[in-house]
């Protein structure tokens, strides 16, 4: 009997040192990093995928849109400079020719803004925040960023709060 009890006590430590090595690894990884996508459809004049109705911006596509700054405060965040490519070129791009975006977000919110916010303020649809990638859970992986501060009395209150979008996975133009 002493011979089981030492090898159930071998056993539990052994697990018990394996359980510590793969908390350890996975305390000194990096952290996950979230996969850039966007989705336009609509009223679009290009598309990519086989049935002609959407354009798939994929993460390497997304990057290689000239990236603009805007620093700004939200009603969630200090003023931060927020980094991502204009919505107007994401829209240039598809060839857009509606006059509302219809924004859908990882969580099933929907909310629409106007296309002529995108010259108008320069929105832009950021991926990332003071140089770190936005991540599903603050904000990311897109959020709709307005110039808020350069507009205080546009962009102020409920109504404008409501523009600045996060979680962004699809767009439709309408």
Known sequence: MH???NGWLRVLALMSVLALAFI???AGAAPLTTTLALDVKGKIAKT???DHTVFHFSEAQLLALPAHSISTSTT???KSTFTGPLLADILKTVGAYGDQIEIHTLDDYTYTVPVSDSSRYGVIVAYSMNGQRLQVSDF???FLIYPRDQFPGELAGASADAKFVWQIKALIVK
């Open 3 to 5: 011979d089981k009890k």
């Open 24 to 26: 350890s690894s996975e």
């Open 48 to 50: 990519n995928d086989a």
């Open 76 to 78: 969630w965040t200090a």
């Open 140 to 142: 990311g992986p897109l």
